[in-house]
């Protein structure tokens, strides 16, 4: 197959594979479903709670904080979904990625809160964030797996998601903890 014809026919199959989508949604997933509320309350609440609980002097730091979790997570998510590991079967759109309630505000607000906590309490970041990643991947993954909203296929499982979370969580500290050293040099 040529270069072209291979273009032409990602473009043919991502054509079905949207109106696939299209169609499944408005079906199963759409507005008139509990799904699709359930989908859509945890989208907003956790971005209610940011804005009533983040410290707002230091915005700036836990809100690249939460961002560096929310993209992180989102090409973890697109990789997983990509490879058959982990489905999401119910959406907000079916043009949005499927799982933007989770990687755009129940994850990164999570872990943003207790970044948060942490750094002005003086607790350690990495028990913390052992305990919360557990409880997501245990209770919160468990419970969406149960109801049908999350699908864990080809040897993926709560503990591969534990881990992910943890790792995810470390990388966002480490990497926000070297823009605030950065800052503080370009300062002195």
Known sequence: MTWTEFWNEIYKNNDQLNSLYSSYWHQYTGIGTWQ?????????????AVYFFVD????????????????????TDIALGRSGYVTHKYFLLPILPNAMNITASVLPVGFLLLYQYCTNKGKNFYL??????????FVFAQLEEYIGLLTLQKGMNHFY???IDIGIACMAYWFTKLILRLKEKAAS
Not at 36 to 47: A, Q, T
Not at 56 to 75: A, M
Not at 128 to 137: E, G, R
């Open 56 to 75: 707002r002097k230091r915005i700036f730091e836990l809100f690249f904080f939460g961002y560096t979790v929310h993209v992180l997570w989102s090409y």
């Open 128 to 137: 913390y964030t052992a305990l919360l990643s557990a409880l997501f991947a």
């Open 161 to 163: 998601l534990f881990f």
């Open 36 to 48: 699709f509320w359930v989908v859509l309350v945890s989208l907003v609440v956790p971005l209610a």
